[in-house]
Nanobody
Framework: QVQLQDSGPGLVEPSQTLSLTCTVS??????????WSWIRQPPGKGLEWMGA???????DYSPSLKSRTTISRDTSKNQFTLHLSSVTPQDTAVYYC????????????????RGQGTQVTVSA
C-alpha cells in the first residue's frame, strides 16, 4: 500500500521560503505515468493545485504560483520537496502531497494517494 508522509515546519515568517518534504513508501516516485503533486487548502477555501513532478522528473506549476514555486525530488530517498519563496500570510494553508496519474486536479478523487496534510502558518 502506497503511503505519503508530508513533513516540514508549521510556522514560517513572511518573506521566507516554505519547504515541505513528502516521503513515499510502499511504491516508487519513478513509477511510470505517475506524477507527484503539492496541493494546498487555505482556511475556508477549496483545494489549490500548486505543481507537480512527474515520474521522469519533469515539473509543472500552477501559473499563479510558478514564479515562487520549485518542486524537486530525491529518488534515492523516494522523496519530493516543495519550496515556496517569499511567503505572505495569504500562503497560510494546509499543505498536502499527493500522487496520481493526473496533474492539476482540485478534488481528491483526482488523486490515488495523499498525505495527511501539514498546517503551515505564515506569521511574524
Amino acid at each position: 500500500q502506497v503511503q505519503l508522509q508530508d513533513s516540514g515546519p508549521g510556522l514560517v515568517e513572511p518573506s521566507q521560503t516554505l519547504s515541505l518534504t513528502c516521503t513515499v513508501s510502499g511504491g516508487s516516485i519513478t513509477t511510470k505515468n505517475y506524477a507527484w503533486s503539492w496541493i494546498r487548502q487555505p482556511p475556508g477555501k477549496g483545494l489549490e493545485w500548486m505543481g507537480a513532478i512527474s515520474y521522469g522528473g519533469i515539473t509543472d506549476y500552477s501559473p499563479s504560483l510558478k514564479s515562487r514555486t520549485t518542486i524537486s525530488r530525491d529518488t534515492s530517498k523516494n522523496q519530493f520537496t516543495l519550496h515556496l519563496s517569499s511567503v505572505t500570510p495569504q500562503d497560510t494553508a494546509v499543505y498536502y502531497c499527493a500522487g496520481g496519474r493526473r496533474v492539476g486536479g482540485t478534488i481528491w478523487s483526482d488523486y490515488d494517494y495523499r498525505g495527511q496534510g501539514t498546517q503551515v502558518t505564515v506569521s511574524a
